[in-house]
T-cell receptor
Framework: KAGVTQTPRYLIKTRGQQVTLSCSPISGHRSVSWYQQTPGQGLQFLFEYFSETQRNKGNFPGRFSGRQFSNSRSEMNVSTLELGDSALYLC??????????????FGPGTRLTVL | GENVEQHPSTLSVQEGDSAVIKCTYSDSASNYFPWYKQELGKGPQLIIDIRSNVGEKKDQRIAVTLNKTAKHFSLHITETQPEDSAVYFCAAPSYNTDKLIFGTGTRLQVFP
């Protein structure tokens, strides 16, 4: 069974631009969660989508948004990029997505650098 | 608020020795505790998890123990090998906010 895939793996943008990241979950998994990982803040939860609906949201500004498609693939978008948005963005899929109580499997991440 | 504390932040051991990483959580309703291993340039990989109906779980050289009364759980790696070198994260669900909260990570270095 293929694992979680994320594209692109690396991205360089400048301040003020916007970016879209993509995540394909494990086949059959209906939940996709997004995390931001930085050296100073660790793994921070962004949001979770389940069956095309956002089920939960972390404490991030409205510039961070996401969506999920009927095939469970998910995208996250960051608008008006700031230097502090430089991070590794991780996507995790799970079968049930029961509020973090189900096994989550992570993708390799997208390394975003904002200049 | 929800919180998961993890110690130590760095751990260096000689190959063949044991390594122990400890985490404490605040949400007494938590009942699922996964551990992840993250190697350089990769996403976190689930290596073992435990649910609150058991106190200990083993998988070859890796074991996790859980003390619900004290609200802490630990990862034990025996007979460490250089390939065990990575950053390890613990996590616990917050039922208040319905999401998985991660510890700050432990960088484990195993020297040959």
């Amino acid at each position: 069974k293929a694992g979680v895939t994320q594209t692109p793996r690396y991205l360089i943008k400048t301040r003020g631009q916007q970016v879209t990241l993509s995540c394909s979950p494990i086949s059959g998994h209906r939940s996709v969660s997004w995390y931001q990982q930085t050296p100073g803040q660790g793994l921070q939860f962004l949001f979770e989508y389940f069956s095309e609906t956002q089920r939960n949201k972390g404490n991030f500004p409205g510039r961070f948004s996401g969506r999920q498609f009927s095939n469970s693939r998910s995208e996250m978008n960051v608008s008006t990029l700031e230097l502090g948005d430089s991070a590794l963005y991780l996507c995790a899929s799970s079968a049930l997505g029961t509020g973090g109580r189900d096994e989550q499997f992570f993708g390799p991440g997208t390394r975003l650098t904002v200049l | 608020g929800e919180n998961v504390e993890q110690h130590p932040s760095t751990l260096s051991v000689q190959e063949g020795d044991s390594a122990v990483i400890k985490c404490t959580y605040s949400d007494s309703a938590s009942n699922y505790f996964p551990w992840y291993k993250q190697e350089l340039g990769k996403g976190p990989q689930l290596i073992i998890d435990i649910r609150s109906n058991v106190g200990e779980k083993k998988d070859q050289r890796i074991a996790v123990t859980l003390n619900k009364t004290a609200k802490h759980f630990s990862l034990h790696i025996t007979e460490t090998q250089p390939e065990d070198s990575a950053v390890y994260f613990c996590a616990a669900p917050s039922y208040n906010t319905d999401k998985l909260i991660f510890g700050t990570g432990t960088r484990l270095q195993v020297f040959p």
